[in-house]
């Protein structure tokens, strides 16, 4: 079992940050989380191209590129695997895997059930190390079908997925039936009406993501602060210092602003 994989198995469910980009992501890291994911919302609106088109492999590559060798652990959210052909999913997925993934999470969007499958086993015939959340959007973008969210979960499972994922599913019943009823681990969306992380503990769930909620987050302290600023406030809440953010030994960074104080 990878590093990655144990995480799944711990005393406590894997609290997952998602980011959008190197200080996003580093930043999360040196909260003392020891694995962090991406968030294709967050990827795609920062590069202004359409979530859940199939339109941000190439931005979701670099970033895994530019996020891979850092110390942490790294699951990259990939959509659907950005094409329907299950052997370019499995390429793609090898890619991530190269540059230092290893984790992917992959949505169905409600498709075809074998069409999923079969990208799942072709990521774990591609890259038998990364470690699949297959995801299903049956309370996403569904209604929410028990029986639909079994036969697809099931099937998952089946194709080789190392965990499910059900984003939209916040009922502590039916996540703890669903908990029963799987081989893996099952993973759901953080909703702050939802149940709190400690609760879903409770209820056997075993990894908890963010999604776009931090980017969303962000985007919104940004407008409370410039609407601060604008009224003649000073802005409320956390800013994190330049030195901070600006990575060391880059323009800008540390060395520069030691080279030339005049300008910080």
Known sequence: MTAFADLHHADEPLLLPNAWDHASATALAAQGFPAVATTSLGVAAAAGLPDGASATGDETLRLALVLGSEPFLLSVDAEGGF???P???GEF??????VGAVGVNLEDGLGPVRRHAAKIAAVKAAAPGLFVNARTDTHWLGEGDGEDTLRRLDAYQEAGADGVFVPGLTDPR?????????????NVLYSPDGPAVP??????VRRVSLGSLLYRRALGAALEAVADIRAGRTPRGRTPAYADVAPAGRPGGPSH????PETW
Do not use: M, T
């Open 87 to 89: 052997d370019e999913v």
């Open 257 to 260: 602003r030691a080279a030339h």
């Open 174 to 186: 039916r996540i703890a039936a669903l908990v029963r009823h799987l081989d893996v681990p099952l």
């Open 199 to 204: 609760h879903l503990a409770d209820l056997g």
């Open 83 to 85: 094409s329907d052909d």
């Open 93 to 98: 997925a090898r890619q991530l895997a190269v």
